[in-house]
Each structure stands twice: as C-alpha cells, then as structure tokens.
Nanobody, 122 residues
Framework: QVKLVESGGGAVQPGGSLRLSCAAS????????MGWFRQAPGKEREIVSF????????FYARFVKGRFTITRDNAKNAVYLQMNSLQPEDTAVYYC???????????????WGQGTQVTVSS
C-alpha cells in the first residue's frame, strides 16, 4: 500500500515556476515507478513525466519541451516535479501516482494522490 500526498501547486504568471512535491508513505515506495499526470478541465488525464525506482529511467511528455524536471529522493520517500517557463496551457490539476514499472498510461498506476491545482494566468 502506498499513500501519496501532493503539494506545491498554486497560481503563477506565464513564465513562472513551481515545484511540486509528492510525499509517499508505504514500504513499497522505493520499488515503485513514480509518475506525474495532469488533467485540465474537460480533458483526459495525461502523463507528464515518470521516473523509475533507481532514477535512471525517466520520461517526459512532448509538451514538456525541456521545461520540467522530475527527481526522487528514496530516503525521504518523495518525488518532485520542477516546472519552469509555465504557460497557460499548463493549467491543470497535477497528480502524483505510483506503479510497479515505467509506464505512460493511467491504467498502469495503482496509487494516486488527491491532486494539486496549478493555474497559469496573467
């Protein structure tokens, strides 16, 4: 069992930055692939990024375009998403998720956080 709690969302202007954090509890965190997804109003939930348990296998969606960085700290049971150069199209609820292996689909993740709102607007 893994419990996930996101934090760090908020409202920023275009070009701004945010750092999302996901605190995990549960014995299997260190073995889990951690993913960040997002869901904008009226749209399906989509992958933003994932990182495997050791940090040497990671993925970014095309729309990231080098603006975001995913990291994890297994000693702290945490995963982070540093988001720079945010744009209005990045506005969404961002979710942290845990799964058994690297994957880009929602269905491949077993555990989810409650989400944190990111709003980019001038």
């Amino acid at each position: 069992q893994v419990k996930l709690v996101e934090s760090g969302g908020g409202a920023v202007q275009p070009g701004g930055s945010l750092r999302l954090s996901c605190a995990a509890s549960g014995r299997t965190f260190g073995n889990s692939t951690m993913g960040w997804f997002r869901q904008a109003p009226g749209k399906e939930r989509e992958i933003v990024s994932f990182i495997n348990w050791s940090g040497d296998n990671y993925f970014y969606a095309r729309f990231v375009k080098g603006r975001f960085t995913i990291t994890r700290d297994n000693a702290k049971n945490a995963v982070y998403l540093q988001m720079n150069s945010l744009q209005p199209e990045d506005t969404a609820v961002y979710y942290c998720a845990a799964g058994p292996s690297p994957a880009v689909h929602v269905k491949d993740y077993n555990y989810w956080g409650q989400g944190t709102q990111v709003t980019v607007s001038s």
